[in-house]
Each structure stands twice: as structure tokens, then as C-alpha cells.
């Protein structure tokens, strides 16, 4: 990837920055965080709400704002501010799903309504995704709303992934987030990026089919992040751009129902996309790790997590015949797109040991303490 590489007004890719809402006006959300955005300095940029079917006036309320409904506009027409109705609540994977297939763009920029950014937060990520055409997806240094200098839980400073498909980031190992004092702004290539300020190209989005709809919300950034990198594509973090999120918007961080998507999708994706018979062996691991933390939830009291996790394994047994032809369908997929017509994995992101045993038994508290 070259350093030179320079955006000018000749070569200015469209973007279409894309929140999905859903009651954002009673929380506030829109109105405390839409001014951020409307003060991108980058010029060829398109703010799109689209919404879940809101129960509160978040409509009205972006109608007062400028927003165009897109039934409304000609083909021709490209609006600043663009509204999308969507006609019941289809989560966050079908939610974007939907909106990104109605825009036209060269990057969708998905951004979370409780997401609070800087006035050049586009520029230095598509500076370095147009320098490379090998990158498919990449997201800025995320910080906590509420803590500004502490990483936040969905993404910190890039997401990693253990060898049994446990989840993790550059500045945050399970519950544990760090203080952002710099230690981690050397860009990289990552594993996952995540969905709360996620930048993927969109022509990309389209051909790989977007999120998997059945996850309905959690890990399908993760899941769609694999298959990139299945096909030979990179994942990034850019630390010269921050955002700031007050996260727990879709569900609060100790809700069951979390913990269920959460066990399920997680499964879900470690199988669609391992490879041969080793997708087995890692999925009977999973489930023995999963249950010493449903033990764990039980110690702590928190029979509702057990049950969560329960509920979550009998699902993904449920869906097992469907998950087999998802993983069958996405590989031959995999193979049209892929970079340069080479399927390379790239590992980039992936982490060789179990992140439960350094956390919870070794006490490793911060990515750069992990054991390599």
C-alpha cells in the first residue's frame, strides 16, 4: 500500500454514510448525534437514515431536518439528506440489507445513531482504502461516549478473533477496555471491523450478499469480514480517524437475548466459515468452552445468561442443515469474487491461542500482554 497516494476534487469517491434508526428521537440519539455527522468536511458524502419502522416521531423529526424520503426522489436527483422507510423492524442485518440495496455509491459507510464523530473522520479511511484495492472494509479507532479517552466495547482499535472464533480487540479483551494512550495507532490488518462505524465498498457489499439476515443483529460484521478475508481481501484499522459510541443501542450489555445472539451467531460463523472436517472439531470445542461460561454465569447468579446460552445452542442444532447449505453456497460464491481470482485466507487478525484461558486464567487484561 502506497503512503502518496493523495484524494483530490478529480477523484473523490461518492459516499454514503448509512444510519439505521429505530425510535432514535426518544432516546435522543438523532438529535444528539446527527449534528456530528452533518459536519463531515468531506464534500462528496450523502447522509442516509434508514428506519426500522420507529414507533416515536423519529420520521417527523428527520422530515424537519431536510431528509428527503427516497420514494420522492428521481433517479436523477442526489439529495444531501436522504430518508429510507422501511415498512416493519428487520433488525440490523436486514435493516442495511434492504437500505444499502436502494443507494448508489462507491463506499457505505454504516454508521451507528449513538455514534458521535470528528469533522475529518472520512477523509484519512478512504485516503487509505483508494490507495489499495486489495482493502475491502475498514473502521476508525472507536472510543467510549461516555469516557472519551477509554476504547469502546464494539471495535476499540480492530477487532481480532481466537483460534475457537472468540471475539476480541486492539484495546478491549471481553469486558475489560483500556485507555486510548496511543499504544495502538499503528494501522493495520485486522481480523473484523466493526458494524458500528463499518466503511465497506460497495460494490463489494453486493457481490459477497451482505449480512447474513438470519443473525438478525451481533457478529454478522464478523461474519462478513470472513468471507472477505476468504477471498483474499484485507480488513483495517485507521487510528487518524476516531469516532465515539455510547453503544448498547440494539440491546443493553446484560440482556439475555444479547447473550443469545451473541452464543448462536458466534457458532454460526466459526462453522460457515472453517474449512473441511476442522469446522466440526472447533464447534464441539465452542460448545465445551461455552458451557464452563454458562458455569461461570451460574456461580455469578445469572440464570438468565445460562439460559442463553442453552437456548442459543439448541438454535444453532436447529439450523444446522441450513448453516451446511450456507456454508456450500458461500464458497463457490467466495471463489467468483475473490481478489485477482486467488482464494487465499488471510489470517491477518487471527489469533492462535485461546483468548479464555489467557483472560480468565493467565489474567491477561490488554492485547499487548497476550501471549503470541
Known sequence: MTDTFELSESNLPRVAVVILNYNGLKNNYLPNFLPSVYASTYPNVQIVVADNASSDDSIAYLASEGFVNIAAIDAKECPEKVLISLDKNYWFAGGYNRALSMLEADYFVLLNSDVQVEPQWIEPILKMMESDAQIAACQPKI???????????????????????????????????????????????????????????????????????????????????WRLKRANYKIMVCSQSTVWHVGGGTLPKHNPHKAFLNFRNSLATLFKNTAGKKAYLLVFIRLLLDAVAGLRFMLQGEWA??????????????????????KQTTSTQLERLSYQGKMKFRAAGLYPKSIVWQHFVKGKNTFNDLEL
Not at 453486493?206 to 438478525?216: H, P
Not at 445468561?305 to 450456507?326: Q, Y
Request: aromatic share 18%; hydrophobic share 40%; with cysteine.
Open 143 to 225: 472510543r467510549m461516549h461516555a469516557e472519551p479517552y477509554l476504547f469502546e466495547h464494539a471495535g476499540a482499535c480492530g477487532g481480532w478473533i481466537d483460534k475457537y472464533g472468540y471475539p476480541f480487540c486492539r484495546g478491549r479483551l471481553f469486558m475489560h477496555v483500556e485507555e486510548d494512550r496511543g499504544q495502538y495507532d499503528q494501522n493495520q490488518e485486522i481480523f473484523w471491523a466493526s458494524g458500528a462505524a463499518l466503511f465497506i465498498k460497495a460494490k463489494l457489499f453486493d457481490q459477497i450478499g451482505g449480512f447474513d439476515e438470519d443473525y438478525k443483529a451481533h457478529m454478522e460484521e464478523i461474519d462478513l469480514c
Open 305 to 326: 445468561n445460562v439460559g442463553a446460552i442453552i437456548k442459543a445452542h439448541w438454535s444453532f442444532f436447529a439450523r444446522f442443515k441450513e448453516l451446511k447449505r450456507k
